[in-house]
T-cell receptor
Framework: DAGVIQSPRHEVTEMGQEVTLRCKPI?????LFWYRQTMMRGLELLIY????????DSGMPEDRFSAKMPNASFSTLKIQPSEPRDSAVYFC???????????FGPGTRLTVL | KQEVTQIPAALSVPEGENLVLNCSFT??????LQWFRQDPGKGLTSLLLIQSSQREQTSGRLNASLDKSSGRSTLYIAASQPGDSATYLCAVYTSGTYKYIFGTGTRLKVLA
């Protein structure tokens, strides 16, 4: 398996623009997680899905953030409108069970100017 | 609310030294604990997962121990090598919250 795939790897955008991050989990994994990593706050869970259904979105910072999982092999995290404070590395991870070993993608480094 | 702390934030050691990384958590009602490695510009790689009923878990030169009652875990790295240089994070799965809470990591540098 190719592991968790994320795109794009780097994104530079201007404040106010819409940003869409993409993730393909490992085939057969029922859980998908979106994390954000910054120097100030470390690694934070934004939202996770089980069998394509959002289970816990309490980490989503505000309404500008939204996530979808239309099928078992694809998820998106959208920020609209983006702000400079959204600059961070966004990771997608997947696992067989919620408490199981998590497999992380390479991340998307987002810079909002 | 579960809080996970890793001290020290950074550590530099000469090659060949045995070393211990520490992880502390405030809520002992955990399901399991994972240790991860993160290389610069890369994602996290799970190294060891230790269940709450276990006292330790080993993989090669790595040994993780867990003392749930005192809220502590250690990652022991034997005979360190320059290739071990990375940031090491621990993450705790707390019963009832159904998610992992991550520590801020220890940045390790092994000098050749």
């Amino acid at each position: 398996d190719a592991g968790v795939i994320q795109s794009p790897r780097h994104e530079v955008t201007e404040m106010g623009q819409e940003v869409t991050l993409r993730c393909k989990p490992i085939s057969g994994h029922d859980y998908l997680f979106w994390y954000r990593q910054t120097m100030m706050r470390g690694l934070e869970l934004l939202i996770y899905f089980n069998n394509n259904v959002p289970i816990d979105d309490s980490g989503m910072p505000e309404d500008r953030f939204s996530a979808k999982m239309p099928n078992a092999s694809f998820s998106t995290l959208k920020i609209q409108p983006s702000e400079p404070r959204d600059s961070a590395v966004y990771f997608c991870a997947s696992s067989l069970e919620g408490w199981d070993t998590q497999y992380f993608g390479p991340g998307t480094r987002l810079t909002v100017l | 609310k579960q809080e996970v702390t890793q001290i020290p934030a950074a550590l530099s050691v000469p090659e060949g030294e045995n070393l211990v990384l520490n992880c502390s958590f405030t809520d002992s009602a955990i399901y399991n604990l994972q240790w991860f490695r993160q290389d610069p510009g890369k994602g996290l790689t799970s190294l060891l997962l230790i269940q709450s009923s276990q006292r330790e878990q080993t993989s090669g030169r790595l040994n993780a121990s867990l003392d749930k009652s005192s809220g502590r875990s250690t990652l022991y790295i034997a005979a360190s090598q320059p290739g071990d240089s990375a940031t090491y994070l621990c993450a705790v799965y707390t019963s009832g919250t159904y998610k992992y809470i991550f520590g801020t990591g220890t940045r390790l540098k092994v000098l050749a």
